[in-house]
């Protein structure tokens, strides 16, 4: 109900808090949106000594055009991303995948790079990242480095932050005029995804040039359904082609077994929604 | 104001209580706060089934601002044990339920230690300073495991898991014949059919939106007891009866409740042992719990396992009805949880002219939070249960499930009449209900296209689901609960005041929480005495103002407070007008009483109601002998049950490849009887089919194998907000009730209590061609698909770890 003590930061800029992070050692959290970490300080199922508060350092809000990228700054909210402009127009993908977050009040609150330092394997925005090949801009101690989204998910609400860093913005290169379509299965609305495909091609006339797909909680990362993508490439886009290459959807993923969905259920599930989400993508 | 007025009853007004509540600008119980008053936070064990081998509170007590932190031995002397007003068992001693545990715990919940402190921050800190040493016993979470001879015992001092058996045979009742004869009979009988089914009605939590809070101040001459609870006058007496208290001394409060559902039918440990802390330190102490200590600790619901056999004749007669079950307790018993399978005994027989019926339940413990009402109480199990095996009937026979009910309903011409269960069914309509069902469904144009999709084998398969359901309501006529032994009587009580300036308060024993009865009861009043509706004051909840009452549960209130109200208010009435005729100077029988004027017939000569009130207050000129007050109460009991009815109608779309089930179309047509106000029914109906969809599709209890609840946070307790759910067609048909003057039968748990049958009769109906036999509930998207794929009814059952959610979350991980 009531977390336990802890001190609060808020600093204004970047700078001042990697300072803070690097300052308080590894008990500390950094708090974005706060939709997944205040619950879990609610239910005291983490105390850290300090939280930093990245909410008043303003140029981590807001997307811009950098060349041939997109930079999302890390707490833009999805609110934000979903109605904006420029990720509609070269990151459709991210737009529909940010549309099937949670509800409105989540949306408003929650932040893409909350969402994908948080690297739940059930989050809706990290298959996107990966299949967009997002880079990921982060600041510590020692200046910034870029890390690519396919190095930057390790595991299971782990990534290749260290406690000192903050992710501070997402470089996503522009996908200019692909279709795109985020085939989401959950059981309520506001309920996490049990398993989702991110699926985004270009066509040209009536064939697949290019396809790039990737599937959450499939694993204990997001993972790229390449054999599908192979399979895709220079095929006509017919029901059929689409149904032959998801069939290899679940290959290379091992899905962690829950109370919602076995491993072969959520296999099976890979393999059909794939085929949707393609479906989807080609006529979106 | 002339004859001519507009009734009240009828309207669709909307609640006066809206604006209080819609904008929480109210009291509930968590935001009252008195001076000095202390919190008081509980420790719980995390572990089902132990011995509680020692406790250190020594650090929780250093903590400053902690005041006291008392374990069971601390308040074993005045702490006592919960009561069970309806133990069913007769003659047995209930286990204990104490409201902490002394030596040892019985599911991962029980209170073994609280803590009092200055401010509730201080008091969680010291929670998770208190350290306890458990020495683990053996669990058992599964009712036919706990059944077995060498199973673990929840309450070794019983010997057995078993508590209570309970049987009602029409044989032995002499109210039809033999079931068992009927049933050996017909599996003789080339020209019959017996079908047997386990169906299981899984654990659901009632997740009230405002969790439960108390709030007890010592210090005035009454302790004073806020609560969140539907059953004030309920909690008064057994706080009285449960530690020792002079009951006069008591006064109870629950003020704006935020819903219940059953689930505030209780009178609970955290309110004793509140009680009881500041009683010891002499000042006001609040316990308000967290939503995933709701889920945890406040009791469940449901949680049965149904044999059920039916016989009939090939032509469709249905000739015996065997209902034999295994009700889970959990790990005590509460205010009413073995009564619960009781309230449905008498229901399995529904509509239907079934010769013979035998029921029987017997009890069983498990190291699980115990089990108590939840919305329906016993009648949405029994109600599930016929419909199913209904169901299951008609594809055994190959008939249309629709023209196998109406073939063994009881006629609109054949009431009243008295069923094999022995109730007397006042009134009913069944015919008239199923004909606007069907033809606001379009029953044969989704028949046509169920047929069509199965021909063409669509991924997506269509089904119907039907359930033409009754309940009994009107709790109760106080002579059969006498009968089946609870521990008061089913009257209600109420009481009018008349103001000087012909103002009226209406003084209810019932307790709404959510309900809206003060403007159903202002419309009652309204029409009874003649006056505007915005001048009637309903008054409800404080002990002190409402003195005598039996509170809001079984959907009782209208059926039997409403009436009570109708009394007091022809007592006011008759009062008046003795004292009309004084002022008129005429005789009491040449006035006539309509629109709040007293009228000499005849005459252009009248009083109003409100002129009545001001000389009665004045008294100057009053009839000889006659007490000056208009004022009157009426206590009444009911001589019978009423009995809702209605037929809904699921259409589902059930998708083969990924098991998800989407609610196409949803009808229901609920004969109520008279209604006061058709926005409040439409209300309940609403969140009543919400609650009975979302048992048939979304909501589970789950335990793990080592008896944790893992779906303890609503991230994990799938609760469905608006737009998982269907778009719903309501009408209404309108069979007046005979039994009471208001013609009125009750609604708050009809949605309920319909509806969960009908959505898992219309799953299986669309895959039943596949060979599916039965999904057991929730059907979630993993069990209908392993029932499509491999034949298997109960994929992802208890057992399994939570599905995504915060369960998931890791607390080392990278949360942001």
Redesign the interface.
């Known amino acids: 109900?009531?977390p336990?003590?802890f001190e609060y930061t808020a600093p204004s800029t970047v700078d001042e808090a990697v300072r803070a992070l690097s300052d308080a050692g590894e008990d500390a959290?950094?708090?974005?949106?706060g939709q997944?970490?205040l619950?879990?300080l609610?239910?005291?199922?983490?105390a850290p000594t300090v939280v930093v508060d990245l909410g008043k350092i303003a140029e981590l809000r807001g997307v811009r055009e950098d060349g041939d990228a997109l930079v999302i700054g890390a707490m833009t909210t999805h609110y934000d991303v979903q109605r904006d402009h420029l990720v509609a127009e070269h990151a459709t993908l991210l737009a529909r995948a940010t549309d099937t977050v949670a509800?409105p009040q989540v949306r408003h609150r929650g932040?893409f790079?909350?969402?994908l330092?948080?690297?739940?394997p059930?989050g809706d925005l990290l298959a996107p990242a990966l299949a967009l090949d997002a880079e990921m801009v982060i600041a510590g101690t020692a200046g910034r480095r870029t890390v690519p989204a396919a190095e930057f998910f390790q595991d299971?609400?782990?990534?290749a932050?260290a406690p000192d860093e903050i992710l501070v913005e997402v470089r996503v290169p522009k996908f200019t005029g692909w279709r795109a379509h985020y085939e989401k299965?959950?059981?309520?609305?506001?309920?996490?995804?049990?398993v989702a495909v991110a699926a985004t091609v270009r066509t040209e006339r009536d064939t697949i040039a290019q396809a790039r797909i990737a599937l959450t909680?499939m694993a204990s990362t997001p993972v790229r359904a390449t054999a599908v993508e192979q399979a895709l490439v220079g095929q006509a886009a017919t029901v059929e082609n689409i149904r032959a290459a998801a069939a290899h959807a679940a290959e290379g993923t091992s899905p962690t077994?829950?109370?919602?969905?076995?491993v072969e259920?959520r296999q099976?599930?890979a393999r059909?929604?794939t085929g949707r989400a393609l479906s989807a993508a080609v006529t979106a | 104001m002339t004859a001519t007025i507009e009734p009240e009853v009828g309207k669709a007004r909307a609640r006066k209580e809206d604006a209080r509540l819609i904008t929480g600008r109210t009291r509930w119980t968590d935001n009252i706060v008195l001076p000095g008053m202390l919190h008081l936070a509980t420790v719980r064990s995390p572990i089902a089934h132990a011995e509680i081998a020692h406790i250190d509170t020594s650090a929780a007590r250093d903590i400053p601002g902690v005041l006291a932190v008392y374990t069971g031995a601390d308040l074993d002397a005045e702490q006592s044990g919960m009561p069970c007003a309806m133990p069913v068992n007769g003659d047995a001693t209930a286990p204990r339920h104490a409201p902490v545990a002394v030596d040892k715990v019985c599911f991962a919940g029980d209170i073994v230690a609280i803590v009092i402190a200055r401010d509730?921050?201080t008091a969680?800190?010291a929670v998770?300073a208190v350290d306890v040493d458990y020495r683990e016993l053996p669990v058992v979470l599964d009712m036919e495991a706990a059944l077995a001879d060498d199973a673990p015992l929840v309450h070794p001092e019983l010997g057995t898991n078993k508590w209570a058996f309970f049987a009602f045979d029409s044989a032995e009742a002499g109210t039809g014949s033999s079931a068992d004869e009927a049933i050996a009979a017909a599996e003789r009988d080339p020209d019959s059919v017996v079908v047997k089914r386990r169906f299981r009605q899984q654990r659901v939590m009632p997740a009230f939106m405002e969790p439960r809070s108390v709030v007890v101040d010592p210090t005035g001459e009454q302790l004073t007891v806020w609560s969140s609870t539907q059953v004030p006058h309920i909690l008064k007496t057994m706080a009285a009866l449960t530690l020792g208290l002079p009951e006069h001394k008591i006064r109870v409060i629950a003020p704006d409740v935020g819903g219940g559902f059953g689930g505030k039918l209780q009178v609970t440990r955290e309110e004793m042992l509140a009680i009881l802390a500041a009683r010891r330190l002499g000042r006001p102490v609040k316990w308000t719990?967290?939503r995933?200590?709701s889920l945890l600790a406040a009791h469940h619901g449901r949680d049965q396992i149904q044999h059920i056999t039916i016989a009939a004749r090939r032509d469709g007669t249905v000739t015996a009805l065997k209902a034999e079950l295994l009700a889970d307790m959990g790990a005590y018993l509460g205010l009413f949880t073995p009564a619960i399978p009781v309230f449905g005994a008498f229901m399995y027989n529904a509509i239907y002219k079934f010769p013979a019926y035998h029921f029987a339940v017997t009890d069983v413990f498990t190291n699980k939070t115990f089990t108590d009402a939840y919305r329906g109480a016993g009648r949405p199990e029994a109600t599930f249960a016929v419909e199913r095996i209904m169901d299951e009937l008609a594809a055994e026979l190959g008939v249309d499930p629709l023209q196998l009910r109406e073939k063994n309903w009881i006629k609109h011409e054949e009431f009243p009449f008295t069923t094999v269960a022995g109730l007397t069914y006042d009134s009913g309509n069944y015919e008239a209900a199923t004909e606007k069902a069907t033809g606001l469904f379009d029953y044969d144009g989704l028949r046509r296209e169920q047929a069509e999709r199965r021909q063409r084998k669509d991924p997506v398969q269509l089904g119907i689901g039907i359930s033409t359901f009754t309940e009994m309501c009107g709790l109760a006529p106080s002579r059969v609960l006498g009968q089946l032994g609870a521990g008061a009587g089913g009257w209600e009580h109420a009481s009018i005041r008349v103001l000087p300036t012909g103002k009226v308060e209406v003084v209810t024993g019932t307790s709404p929480h959510g309900q809206g009865h003060e403007t159903a009861w202002s419309q009652i009043v309204a029409d009874q005495l003649g006056v505007p509706f915005e001048d009637v004051e309903v008054l409800h909840g404080d002990t002190q103002v409402s003195s005598k009452g039996l509170d809001t549960y079984g959907s009782r209130s209208l059926a039997v407070g409403g009436i009570a109200v109708v009394k007091a208010a022809e007592k006011v009435v008759a009062k008046a007008k003795r004292v009309a005729a004084h002022l008129l100077e005429a005789a009491e029988e040449d006035l006539e009483f309509s629109g709040g004027r007293f009228a000499v017939k005849g005459t252009d000569q009248g009083v109003t109601i409100q002129e009545v009130a001001l000389a009665t207050f004045t008294a100057h000129n009053f009839p000889e002998g006659m007490e000056p007050s208009l004022d009157a109460d009426y206590t009444f009991d009911p001589e019978n049950f009423s009995f809702p009815h209605g037929t809904h109608l699921c259409a589902t779309e059930v998708d083969t490849?990924?098991?998800?089930v989407t609610i196409r179309k949803y009808v229901c047509v609920d004969d109520i009887g008279a209604v006061i106000n058709p926005l409040l029914t439409e209300g309940q109906v609403h969140g009543g089919l919400a609650q009975g969809i979302s048992q048939a599709l979304?909501e589970e209890a789950?335990y793990d194998d080592s008896g944790t609840l893992?779906t303890g946070?609503l991230?994990d307790y799938?609760?469905?907000?608006a737009?998982?759910l269907p778009h719903y067609v309501t009408a209404r048909t309108e069979t007046r009730a005979t039994s009471n003057p208001l013609g009125v039968k009750g609604v708050g748990e009809a949605g309920t209590i319909a509806s969960t049958p009908a959505v898992v009769n219309a799953v299986l109906d669309a895959v039943r061609h596949l060979g599916v036999r039965d999904i057991e509930m929730p059907c979630?998207?993993?069990r209908v698909?392993?029932a499509v794929?491999r034949g298997q009814s109960d994929?992802?059952g208890p057992g399994?770890?939570?599905?995504?959610?915060?369960g998931?979350?890791?607390?080392?991980?990278?949360?942001?």
Do not use: C
């Open positions: 109900v009531i336990a003590a959290k950094v708090l974005a949106g997944s970490l619950p879990v609610r239910l005291r199922l983490a509800d932040t790079g909350g969402s330092a948080h690297a739940d059930a299971l609400f782990t990534t932050l299965f959950n059981r309520v609305a506001q309920a996490w995804s049990m909680n077994p829950d109370g919602n969905a076995d259920y099976e599930l059909v929604l | 509730a921050v969680e800190d998770a719990e967290g995933s200590e490849e990924t098991g998800r979304f789950v893992t946070t991230a799938l609760v469905p907000s737009i998982d979630s998207p993993m698909w392993a794929h994929a992802g399994a770890e939570a599905g995504g959610g915060l998931s979350i890791d607390a080392s991980g990278g949360a942001q």
